[in-house]
């Protein structure tokens, strides 16, 4: 195993113990990145990620953080910088989808779930890493990439005004982020991946649902974490020092 090299620049990525985040965090982690990555709940997995992420030659660290709350938010972010000493882009990929609810039965507690997890905490988790990345601030700049979806301008599948809705929420965000954190030297875009064969589809269906929509996406096939993680890697790096501000779909053409 190659030795980690202390002046890697760090990646904050969310959610990143499973799906697309966990493919976000191994791709940079292949691209010379040290990772700290949240989670939720599943410690095994956050580990396994963790594992991985050495294996690539880099350092990693996984912090038990709900993005809900912004006390836990403000700790993800104080451990990785007292652990790397510096944050260099920020990947808000953790979110929900919410039960299916048709718009007759919403209701707060509902909405707030949904709405805390992906919108909320991309305010909250913005604000932290731009505090932290602002070279106003003593900073060396950086990035931010909002994990969005097509659902934003698609409605969504049915029963999910809510998700829907909180991404198109996410995208606003994110132009609103990069007219402010510009003059700060962060740069801030969205990638809106659109049917990835990821375990967040139990929540409408699994695999039978992917296999069902998959003749409607113009490739006539879902895509994978990995192929958005691609994009999120490049958005994070130097490679993309003039893209700003710009929504990117992963989505197959759909």
């Known amino acids: ?73 403000r700790q993800l972010f104080a451990q990785a910088q007292q652990t790397f000493g510096r944050i260099d882009a920020l990947v808000n990929n953790a979110g929900v989808i919410g039960a299916l609810r048709s718009i007759f039965d919403a209701d707060q507690a509902h909405l707030r779930g949904v709405f805390d997890a992906n919108v909320l905490g991309c305010f909250y988790c913005a604000g932290e890493a731009a505090r932290l990345m602002s070279t106003q601030k003593g900073g060396h700049g950086g990035a931010i990439v909002n994990m969005s979806s097509v659902a934003s301008r698609t409605g969504g599948m049915p029963q999910e005004a809510h998700y829907a809705a909180s991404k198109g929420a996410v995208d606003s965000l994110t132009l609103a982020l990069a007219k402010e954190l510009a003059p700060h030297g962060i740069r801030v875009n969205a990638v809106r991946p659109g049917l990835i064969e990821t375990e967040i589809h139990e929540t409408h269906g699994g695999q039978a649902t992917l296999a069902k929509l998959a003749p409607t996406v113009p490739m006539a096939r879902v895509g994978q974490a990995e192929e958005v993680a691609s994009v999120v890697s490049f958005l994070c790096g130097a490679g993309s020092s003039y893209i700003h501000g710009t929504l990117i779909d992963v989505s197959g053409g759909r």
């Open 1 to 73: 195993m190659n030795t980690p090299k202390k002046e890697a620049p760090l990646a904050v990525v969310t959610g990143g113990s499973r799906g697309i985040g966990r493919a976000i965090a191994l791709a940079l982690a292949h691209e010379g990145w040290n990772v700290c990555i949240s989670y939720l709940s599943n410690a095994a997995a956050a580990e396994e990620v963790l594992a991985q992420i050495r294996q690539a030659g880099q350092q990693g660290l996984a912090v038990k953080a709900d993005m809900a709350s912004q006390d836990d938010v």
